[in-house]
C-alpha cells in the first residue's frame, strides 16, 4: 500500500482527487492538507510515501514543501500538481526536488499511475509542458530589471518605489525606470503582472 499525503487549498478539488485515488487498491490518502503549512505537518507526523502537492497553496507553495521534504524528509517522494502549466512553475518544482509534475486536467487514473512510477524511484513531467518549457524564449530583462522585479515580490503589491529602492540601493526614480522597460518589454501594465510574467517563464 502506497501511503500518501495530499495537498490543495481548493476543497473540492483535494476531496474529489483524494476520492479517486482511494478508490485505487494499492493507495491510501493518510492526510488532507490545505495550505503549505498544513503539508509540511502532515508529512512530519505521517511520514508519508508519496505528497501530492498543488503548487499554489497560502503560506508555502508546492515547490517550497517539496525543498522542505528534500532537506528534512527525503524518504518521502513529491508530485506537484497544477492548474496553469507553465514552464517557471515546472522549473521551480524540479528544482526543489518534486519527482513529478501533472496537470489538474489529467485524468485521475493518469495521476495514480505516477504516483506508482514516482513511488518506484522514477520521474514524470507531462510531456507538452516539457516542451514548453524547452522551446520557451530567452529572457529579455536585464539583472538589473530582474533585481528590481524580484523586490516587487518581496515589499508587496502595497510597496512603494522607495520602498523597492531601500532593498536594491538605488534611487526611487531610477527604480521607476528600470520598472517601467520591464513592463515595455513583457508587454504588461503593472509591476504586479511583470513579476508574475517573469516567474511564469522562469526568469526570477
Known sequence: MIRLVLADDESLTRGAVGALLNLEADLTVVAEASSGDEAVAAIAAQEPDVAVLDVEMPGLDGAEVAQWVQANAPGVRCIVLTRHARPGVLRRALAAGAAGFVTKSAPAALLADVIRRVHGGG????????????????????ERELQVLRSVGQVGPAGTAGDIAARVHLSAGTVRNYLSSAMQKLGVATRVEALERARDHGWL
Open 123 to 142: 520521474r514524470y513531467v507531462d510531456p507538452d509542458l516539457a516542451l514548453t518549457a524547452l522551446t520557451t524564449e530567452d529572457c529579455p530583462l536585464t
